[in-house]
């Protein structure tokens, strides 16, 4: 099983759309969590920092369960350019990506 | 000017060849690293290396090796590259306690 694991999609939304990414980790010690972005054949970008009592930055809203053993990362009113792959990151003593979910949103 | 420099961009290379991909940063970074992404697999680390005297393996060392040459230069090696090697390779850098990483434009390796 891999250390963190995410739904690979694609995820087809309209316009306007909310969606919603999950993605679980298996090292209950993880300390810090993260969403990149990465657009096609480009290298990942941090978009988001994942913290504890959950955070949002415009129409990004992250969430982290630590329970449960998962993050979650929100997007509302989804625009064109927010096409690309979301992957999650854990870092424990190194950092872990999950197999990323890639969103493809449409006119 | 990138902070984080990968070359080459791009490479085709033969069953069994060496091959060297190199990065340097001037973000003055001590920690650094490399993935290799295949589709679908999201990144998967190789080596780190927390200080030019720090070399740790990865998830995947198999096949490869890394040299630290100074703080701002890391490089890997294929020693005798096979066709399974053909992927997207990143070396990102961050800084000790710093929660980002950040990422070279990557290297498209083809072993044919």
């Known amino acids: 099983r891999k250390e963190v694991e995410q739904d690979p999609g694609p995820f087809n939304v309209p316009e306007g759309a909310t969606v919603a990414f999950n993605c679980t980790y298996s090292?209950?010690?993880?300390?810090?969590f993260f969403w990149y972005r990465q657009d096609c054949r480009k290298e990942p970008k941090l978009l988001m920092s994942v913290y504890s009592s959950g955070n949002e930055d415009g129409r990004f809203t992250a969430q982290l369960n630590r329970a449960s053993q998962y993050i979650s990362l929100l997007i509302r009113d989804s625009k064109l350019s927010d096409s690309a792959t979301y992957l999650c990151?854990?870092?424990?003593?190194?950092?872990?990506f999950g197999g990323g979910t890639r969103l493809m949103v449409k006119p | 000017d990138a902070d984080v420099t990968q070359t080459p961009r791009n490479r085709i290379t033969k069953t069994g060849k060496r091959i060297m991909l190199e990065c340097s940063q001037t973000k003055g970074h001590d920690r650094m690293y490399w993935y290799r992404q295949d589709p679908g697999l999201g990144l998967q680390l190789i080596y780190y290396s927390f200080d030019v005297k720090d070399i740790n393996k990865g998830e995947i060392s198999d096949g490869y090796s890394v040299s630290r040459q100074a703080q701002a230069k890391f490089s890997l090696s294929l020693e005798s590259a096979i066709p399974n090697q053909t992927a997207l390779y990143f070396c990102?850098?961050?800084?000790?306690?710093?929660?980002?990483?950040?990422f070279g434009q990557g290297t498209r390796l083809t072993v044919v």
């Open positions: 990102a850098t961050s800084e000790q306690g710093s929660t980002e990483a950040f």
């Open positions: 990151a854990v870092k424990g003593n190194m950092l872990t």
């Open positions: 090292n209950s010690a993880s300390q810090s």
